[in-house]
């Protein structure tokens, strides 16, 4: 069983169970860009010029999606260029109950130091969510994140949710989820309420170390990628979000009768490109 995820602002602490089976097939991550470098340079130069990436940027690597299909120019997201709390003209932070009710969100366990946001989960389950302002139909997302030393029970998760709330089908696109086994990340696709329908796909990575994870969402398939690798894809019409989406960042608290650890998720950047 699996609980969803919730991510607008209106939905702040409702959660809605969740049951699913994969239609999806696994495409193994057992190529990289070393197979195609002078293709992958080529391929960097033209996202840098048409990004606005500089060429010095430490994140403007050949392992991104955007880089190796061009995507082109980011239209929204967040850099994290910054010091403090989130960036309210980019985010809605969490003020609420925790995933399914356990726990805490609250907008101190975020923080940005200049280079990357991190979100701290405690013992107790206080730990934080939020939400991007910036929502489309159709498009591309990509992130840069890792975990420290996690406690099992805190789940990292970036994924898409209705810019409007009470959509039909409740579509949900989580594009990078842990869960309790800390050596997998997660890729579902929600297209049913009350666990009607989901498409699910899984691979092994370390999620401590810096990986690159995007989902393209056209009006023909969602596809999914690890470090710029196609991992998940799923051409079912009838599963694909027909309303606006955004992004959120969240470090979920899925409790038991052991003791919590202090978890930790970061985030180097965030980028929204059209379809």
């Not at 190529?31 to 994140?59: I, Q």
């Not at 666990?195 to 899984?202: D, H, S, Y």
Request: with cysteine; proline share 4%.
């Amino acid at each position: 069983m699996r609980i969803r995820s919730h991510c607008s602002a209106a939905a702040a602490g409702v959660a809605l169970g969740l049951l699913g089976m994969s239609v999806t097939g696994t495409i193994p991550l057992t190529s990289a860009w070393s197979a195609d470098r002078a293709d992958s340079r080529s391929a960097l130069a033209a996202h840098r010029s048409a990004s606005g990436l500089t060429a010095t940027s430490p994140a403007a690597t050949a392992d991104q999606a955007a880089a190796r299909y061009v995507w082109g120019k980011v239209v929204a997201g967040d850099e994290f260029n910054y010091k403090g709390r989130p960036d309210s003209r980019k985010w809605h932070v969490f003020n609420s109950s925790g995933h399914n009710g356990n726990g805490l969100r609250r907008a101190s366990a975020w923080r940005v130091d200049g280079r990357i946001i991190t979100v701290t989960g405690d013992a107790k389950g206080t730990t934080g969510g939020m939400a991007s302002l910036y929502g489309q139909k159709y498009g591309r997302w990509e992130a840069r994140m890792k975990t420290g030393q996690r406690d099992p029970k805190y789940h990292p998760d970036i994924l898409l949710w209705p810019h409007v709330h009470g959509s039909k089908k409740c579509p949900e696109v989580n594009f990078a989820e842990g869960t309790n086994n800390t050596k997998l990340v997660k890729f579902f696709l929600h297209f049913g309420c009350h666990g009607r329908g989901t498409a699910r796909e899984k691979k092994a990575v370390d999620m401590r170390k810096w990986h690159n994870y995007a989902v393209e969402w056209t009006p023909t398939q969602i596809t999914g990628y690890i470090d710029g690798v196609q991992f998940f894809k799923d051409r079912d019409k009838t599963h694909l979000p027909s309303v606006s989406m955004h992004a959120c960042i969240q470090l979920d608290w899925f409790p038991d009768k052991t003791r919590t650890k202090k978890t930790t998720m970061s985030v180097d950047w965030i980028r929204v490109y059209k379809a």
